[in-house]
């Protein structure tokens, strides 16, 4: 039996037959009737998480599995504003979340009682649209509730694909389930607009094949596609390809290929095309912010001017990996008949960055816990999907992962990381693994306080007790708030909070210990969540990076 207000059958209904599936649902009081209602919908499966920051980051995890938006819902009060980041995040990935709140009747709102903040607009632009949803009395009221569900369920699959929020006013009593069916609602369509090919040939197709040094970057893209990167090959041949492993599944080293040649001008690019989102890597963006002359195009799903390389002269709307195969498609038409000496020069640098790196065997330290992680994934026999959490964990990706790389880039916080990767498992049937740092991890700790996860997740805990990225910015240790204040330096494991949640825990501390804890941590059968937590030293952390540099920028 569904409960008795209209405004949460109309809503529960229309969730249903826009396809949606998936739903996180925190506790609450004023949130049970819309609880209540999801769990008995067949078509909608429900996963409880108690904290609503972890929440709405296992609700990016599972859209990120399979694409589709997942309602994330919460009681009235400060349980919606807990949301934040992470419907940030997700609009800034294009994998927008459907958050939905209850909230006290509209009179009370501001009058002091409990949990009566104005909740309406709390997201302001992080969100394409946010309705609220009152209780109707009448055909027209039932009418107008239909049609602001649709637009919300509408906008977040829209261009750009943002973060939505319907805000719900429950009037008492709440708990009456006596409702036998759902109401059968109108269902809106919209159909989404393609890439414009003709613009695209004639403003970036063109340009590319005429220009004597083209380039096309490639940042974040939100899902890994074997086609798109088989294009992406051949594309190389005959325009340099520079990528990070957030975009294609293969070893990219732009960043340390860059740290080889500075500001080179010989590798500055003529036309330049951005597909995708952010980047990592800084001294990327610095380069090609001197390439002053180059003719600069983008394509955006969001359609917006992202004006990263500070010179671009337009934007195309559409598909990414639409773009992708239609410069390939492109490319191989032409033939012989081009100039690709200049890709050619870029693909020489990163083979032999890539030469030199193979050579270098690290010593103990976070540096090399990423390296034998990676080299260990050959052996996993399972589907597995690499989660990597902010910060210098993501940096270390950047140098040996040779696979797709999943991370919470839209607006790089450090919070959320382990909670995404968890949502991540439970919609996947390969393992996930997460390799994270100390901070990340305690601050998001919560994501295993969760009685739903299995023993596909697997966690690497990067922990030498501090932020040790701020090691790296030159002035920063002069700082007398260094070791306190700036890097929160900390005691703290992670034995006890898997000990209290069930996961498995096993610590390295040395390079023995780390060859043997890897194998256990991609090896191992398990039904329980696994951890294992890598224990160094952010001096010794920052001199292995140093060594590593000096190997690869020898002459």
């Given at each position: ?58 609700a ?49 709102i ?41 637009e ?6 829209a ?27 109108r ?8 890439l ?8 970036v ?59 080179d001008e ?204 701020f ?21 703290a ?37 696994m ?17 590593l540099?000096?190997?690869i920028?020898?002459?």
């Amino acid at each position: 039996m569904f409960g008795n207000k209209e405004n949460i059958n109309i809503l529960t209904a229309l969730l249903a037959q826009h396809g949606v599936s998936k739903a996180v649902v925190c506790p609450g009081s004023r949130n049970a009737p819309i609880v209540h209602n999801l769990n008995e919908c067949e078509s909608i499966t429900c996963y409880p998480v108690t904290d609503e920051r972890s929440a709405g980051f296992y609700a990016l995890g599972m859209a990120l599995a399979d694409g589709s938006p997942v309602v994330v819902c919460v009681t009235s009060g400060t349980a919606l504003l807990n949301l934040a980041p992470a419907v940030a995040e997700a609009s800034y990935r294009h994998h927008g979340l459907i958050v939905v709140s209850a909230d006290r009747p509209t009179a009370w709102i501001g009058q002091l009682d409990g949990q009566t903040l104005h909740q309406e607009n709390a997201f302001g632009r992080f969100v394409s649209k946010c309705v609220n949803l009152t209780e109707p009395h009448d055909d027209t009221e039932r009418w107008h509730c239909n049609r602001l569900v649709n637009e919300t369920l509408l906008a977040v699959k829209a261009r750009g694909r943002k973060s939505v929020h319907i805000n719900v006013p429950i009037s008492e009593p709440l708990f009456q389930f006596d409702v036998g069916r759902l109401p059968e609602e109108r269902v809106i369509k919209s159909i989404r607009p393609m890439l414009d090919i003709h613009a695209f040939r004639t403003h970036v197709v063109k340009g590319l094949l005429a220009a004597r040094k083209p380039m096309i970057v490639i940042g974040q893209i939100s899902q890994p596609c074997v086609e798109k990167e088989m294009a992406l090959d051949a594309i190389s041949k005959r325009i340099a390809v520079l990528s990070e492993p957030l975009a294609v599944g293969r070893q990219c080293l732009a960043d340390l290929a860059l740290a080889t040649i500075g500001m080179d001008e010989n590798y500055m690019p003529d036309f330049i095309l951005y597909i995708g989102d952010t980047l990592v890597s800084k001294r990327l963006k610095a380069f090609l912010r001197k390439a002053g002359n180059a003719e600069t195009w983008s394509v955006a799903e969001d359609g917006e001017v992202h004006d990263t390389f500070m010179h671009q002269a337009g934007v195309i709307d559409g598909a990414l990996v639409d773009a992708i195969m239609e410069i390939e498609s492109a490319v191989s038409k032409k033939g012989e008949d081009g100039n690709d000496g200049f890709a050619a020069q870029w693909l020489k640098l990163f083979d032999n960055v890539r030469e030199r790196l193979s050579d270098h065997i690290p010593s103990y330290s976070q540096l090399a816990a990423v390296r034998e992680f990676e080299l260990s994934l050959a052996n996993v026999k399972h589907n597995r999907h690499v989660h990597y959490a902010n910060s210098n964990a993501v940096r270390l990706a950047c140098i040996y992962a040779s696979h797709y790389v999943w991370c919470n880039r839209g607006v790089n916080g450090i919070e959320g990381s382990l909670s995404t990767a968890a949502g991540f498992s439970l919609a996947v049937d390969g393992l996930v693994f997460c390799v994270i740092g100390d901070l990340s991890f305690f601050y998001d700790q919560n994501a295993l306080w969760n009685t739903c996860l299995r023993g596909n997740l697997r966690i690497m805990l990067l922990n030498n007790h501090c932020g040790g990225i701020f090691y790296s910015l030159r002035g920063l240790q002069d700082s007398a708030a260094f070791d306190e204040l700036v890097t929160a330096g900390h005691s703290a494991k992670a034995e006890g909070i898997c000990t209290q949640n069930g996961v498995n825990y096993r610590a390295v501390n040395n390079m023995e210990e780390l060859h043997g804890g890897i194998a256990w941590l991609t090896e191992t059968e398990s039904d329980s969540p696994m951890l294992l937590e890598v224990f160094t030293n952010p001096v010794e952390d920052k001199n292995a990076i140093k060594e590593l540099m000096n190997k690869i920028k020898q002459p």
